[in-house]
């Protein structure tokens, strides 16, 4: 290995050493990691799915550490929510008591009432093929496999409750691409002036991320009265998921959240195989099966894309805005021969997404692209990874494909080794001295996370 790559090592690991904390929770301490000192001082469901599969590569303790103390947040119906709040702080917006949840989680663990997409079964797998430590992989799996059958098992009971395959998510935040443009026209339903005035002044009173960073590189104002709207509906329907799922103003069949929900039921049925329980195991099999067909039939001819679905209140119409989610698709294996060719060819577009730093969240050539604006134009490590995973599965398929999945490693590699762990990266600058094309926040966990699988993949 390369001495800058070992560098690069420690450099990531040192940022997870110092973003973890040890928290009481249930009367039990965890040791889990926060994505930044800085804003994010909760844990986030998908980022550490994420930051685990970087840790087992130095601390398998902590790897395993990290997705226990995430099921200590799980919801009696089997909801893995998207933040699970730490005592005593208040630094970041919205606040634990803001969701009324308590009741749904065990002991009081305040909680946030969504989820994010389903990486934790995916991580589960990562870990114990990464791990080496067999009896404690064991008890690891024993300890953590029920709680990932009880959240697959809530996705598709309330999320696909018409059994086709896509789940529904109903917040831009389940997306965990929270502003992207893909979401624009379901939001723009909600009318401005149908929502509170109290709801608006919370938001312009306590937000807060907006006021550590130029407000540019954050979702706006508009789009945070909505995201907060949604929240308060939700309360009103007593987090009744069944009623959620039916009334909400904002649902949509993700292609992003989806082909990670493929990907996790292979994952959790490989590893149900591997600890003998097959007759599990052949179930998730069937439901992979079942969300890969459906992927793939969300393909637009006309739009050369996979495209999501918008399901609010009866609907039934396809978005097509291009986002790098197209890509998706590929890691759950749902790509024919003639999609692989049109989203490679969409890769290596110098208009598209073959940008400085691909791959942008938004195509650059899209009207909606937006060079400093969140998940608008920057680029993010999680989504590269997912799209170089993807790649992957198709390598053997084409010389190209192989040579796109190791061209996106590097780059990634370089953007992060160039800038340092940021959130998220202006997709289109160059680095240069005395300019970082980092955004949002620095020091970022999952980013240092990524860098350190990325850096084994090279290996
Ligand atoms: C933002 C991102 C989301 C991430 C969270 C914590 O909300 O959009 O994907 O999980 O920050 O890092």
């Not at 059994?163 to 109903?170: A, K, R």
């Not at 904002?250 to 959240?257: E, G, Q, R």
């Not at 791959?359 to 990874?385: C, H, M």
Request: glycine residues 4%.
């Amino acid at each position: 290995m390369m001495q800058t790559y070992l560098e690069l090592l420690n450099q990531a690991k040192a940022i997870l050493q110092r973003n973890t904390i040890t928290v009481t929770v249930d009367g039990k301490p965890y040791e889990r990691t926060i994505p930044s000192k800085d804003y994010y001082v909760h844990e986030w469901l998908w980022d550490s799915a994420g930051i685990a599969m970087g840790l087992v590569h130095f601390n398998e303790e902590a790897a395993f550490n990290e997705l226990l103390s995430l099921t200590a947040g799980q919801w009696n119906n089997g909801l893995m929510p998207h933040i699970i709040y730490n005592p005593g702080e208040s630094r970041y917006y919205p606040p634990a008591d803001q969701w009324q949840t308590t009741s749904f989680t065990r002991n009081g663990i305040k909680t946030s009432g969504i989820t994010d997409p389903p990486l934790l079964a995916i991580s589960a797998e990562y870990i114990c093929n990464h791990a080496s430590d067999e009896k404690k992989k064991r008890d690891f799996i024993n300890n953590i496999l029920p709680s990932i059958m009880a959240y697959h098992n809530y996705l598709k009971r309330y999320r696909d409750p018409e059994d086709c395959g896509l789940l529904t998510i109903v917040h831009p935040w389940e997306s965990g691409t929270d502003d992207s443009p893909r979401w624009d026209s379901i939001l723009k339903r909600i009318d401005l002036n149908t929502i509170p005035t109290n709801i608006k002044a919370d938001v312009d009173l306590h937000r807060k991320d907006s006021r550590h960073h130029i407000s540019q590189e954050r979702p706006t104002e508009d789009d945070y009265y909505r995201y907060i709207y949604l929240i308060e509906l939700f309360k009103d329907l007593a987090w009744d998921y069944t009623k959620i799922v039916q009334e909400t103003p904002f649902a949509a069949k993700d292609i992003l959240f989806n082909a990670i929900w493929e990907r996790a039921n292979e994952a959790l049925a490989a590893l149900l195989h591997t600890y003998g329980k097959q007759e599990e195991a052949n179930n998730y099999q069937r439901w992979a099966e079942q969300t890969r067909k459906a992927l793939t039939n969300t393909w637009s001819e006309e739009h050369n894309q996979y495209c999501d679905i918008d399901v609010t209140q009866g609907r039934h119409q396809a978005i097509a805005v291009p986002t790098n989610a197209m890509f998706m698709p590929l890691s759950a294996g749902a790509v024919t021969d003639k999609q692989l060719d049109i989203l490679l060819h969409r890769l290596s577009l110098a208009d598209e997404f073959d940008t400085e730093y691909p791959v942008p969240s938004t195509a650059l050539n899209s009207q909606y692209f937006d060079k400093e604006r969140y998940w608008r134009g920057p680029t993010w490590p999680i989504t590269n990874l997912f799209i170089i995973d993807g790649l992957q599965r198709y390598k053997t398929r084409h010389k190209n494909v192989a040579q796109r999945a190791n061209f996106l490693t590097i780059k990634t590699i370089q953007m992060i080794r160039d800038n340092g762990c940021w959130e998220y990266f202006d997709s289109t600058d160059h680095v240069t001295e005395g300019n970082t094309i980092g955004r949002g926040f620095s020091s970022f966990s999952w980013t240092a996370a990524i860098l350190i699988q990325l850096i084994h993949m090279t290996e």
